[in-house]
């Protein structure tokens, strides 16, 4: 069942696949003061018209309260904030942003394993044999992991693509694990502005996406780390209960189900 659900957590609106968040005003907090997701709806429809109808039907009110809007990198899903939350400041969500890194790395070492070899990666491959850690975060690999990258980009003196694509995508993570938020944005300004001219072609591509993305990929850093945390926290639920439940034929069933486990019942905006 095609659908989208609509969640809230603390600081804003988020859009995620399926989901939008809203202030902690309306969500209310925990007792340590901290934002907590809820469900706010479920609607069928997957696209920006699915948020732009959703989000124009909330009133005038609902909106204005919006201050914040995160979201992964559709252009539907940026335009339905630009149409109906023109105030609020959007935010590129930080997992989406490194998803892309990795998955630039991971194209670039595919493509050179063919290029090389002739065919996919098999077990005996230097490349393949280190797929695993080339998405893992370099401060987190223990010395023999480095070792293995090391033996694995020198193997060949034409690794070396595949060398500089993997410092790439770990200089853009880095830009979520400084010390501070300017520190941050610094960094994010650098890969900004040297990504796209990188003679390797998936680099150069994310380098391009990101500059199309400019705005909403510094908002991380304008609105203190806003993200997508709590609304996945609310799609891990919807999913977990989906396939408990073994899929819904109704979706009337669905929405109301999801709602009772996402605490999105007592909304006012449902009444």
Same mark, same amino acid.
């Given at each position: 069942?095609?659908?989208?659900?609509?969640?809230?957590?603390?600081?804003?609106?988020?859009?995620?696949?399926?989901?939008?968040?809203?202030?902690?005003?309306?969500?209310?907090?925990?007792?340590?003061?901290?934002?907590?997701?809820?469900?706010?709806?479920?609607?069928?429809?997957?696209?920006?018209?699915?948020?732009?109808?959703?989000?124009?039907?909330?009133?005038?009110?609902?909106?204005?309260?919006?201050?914040?809007?995160?979201?992964?990198?559709?252009?539907?899903?940026?335009?339905?904030?630009?149409?109906?939350?023109?105030?609020?400041?959007?935010?590129?969500?930080?997992?989406?942003?490194?998803?892309?890194?990795?998955?630039?790395?991971?194209?670039?070492?595919?493509?050179?394993?063919?290029?090389?070899?002739?065919? =996919? +990666?098999?077990?005996?491959?230097?490349? @393949? #044999?280190? $797929?695993? *850690? !080339?998405?893992? &975060?370099?401060?987190?690999?223990?010395?023999?992991?480095?070792?293995?990258?090391?033996?694995?980009?020198?193997?060949?003196?034409?690794?070396?693509?595949?060398?500089?694509?993997?410092?790439?995508?770990?200089?853009?993570?880095?830009?979520?694990?400084?010390?501070?938020?300017?520190?941050?944005?610094?960094?994010?300004?650098?890969?900004?502005?040297?990504?796209?001219?990188?003679?390797?072609?998936?680099?150069?591509?994310?380098?391009?996406?990101?500059?199309?993305?400019?705005?909403?990929?510094?908002?991380?850093?304008?609105?203190?780390?806003?993200?997508?945390?709590?609304?996945?926290?609310?799609?891990?639920?919807?999913?977990?209960?989906?396939?408990?439940? =073994? +899929?819904?034929?109704?979706?009337?069933? @669905? #929405?109301? $189900?999801? *709602? !009772?486990?996402? &605490?999105?019942?007592?909304?006012?905006?449902?009444?």
């Amino acid at each position: 069942m095609r659908s989208t659900s609509i969640g809230i957590a603390g600081g804003g609106v988020g859009v995620l696949s399926r989901l939008f968040r809203v202030p902690v005003g309306v969500c209310g907090a925990d007792a340590d003061g901290r934002p907590r997701a809820r469900l706010l709806d479920l609607v069928a429809g997957r696209s920006g018209k699915t948020y732009r109808d959703w989000l124009d039907a909330r009133g005038q009110q609902f909106r204005d309260g919006v201050k914040e809007a995160t979201l992964d990198p559709f252009h539907g899903y940026k335009n339905a904030i630009d149409d109906q939350l023109a105030d609020a400041v959007a935010v590129l969500d930080a997992f989406h942003v490194v998803k892309l890194a990795t998955t630039a790395v991971d194209e670039c070492r595919r493509r050179l394993q063919h290029q090389i070899h002739g065919h =996919r +990666g098999r077990k005996t491959d230097p490349l @393949y #044999r280190i $797929r695993n *850690l !080339l998405r893992a &975060g370099q401060e987190r690999l223990t010395d023999r992991q480095r070792d293995r990258l090391a033996t694995a980009f020198t193997a060949d003196e034409r690794h070396v693509e595949v060398e500089v694509a993997y410092r790439c995508a770990q200089q853009l993570r880095s830009v979520y694990h400084q010390t501070s938020h300017a520190a941050g944005r610094r960094i994010a300004i650098q890969v900004l502005d040297t990504f796209a001219g990188c003679p390797i072609p998936e680099i150069a591509r994310l380098g391009r996406t990101l500059r199309q993305w400019r705005r909403e990929f510094l908002g991380y850093f304008e609105t203190g780390g806003a993200s997508n945390g709590g609304t996945e926290a609310v799609n891990g639920l919807i999913e977990l209960h989906r396939r408990i439940a =073994r +899929g819904f034929r109704n979706l009337d069933n @669905y #929405r109301l $189900r999801m *709602l !009772l486990i996402g &605490g999105g019942l007592t909304h006012p905006h449902l009444r």
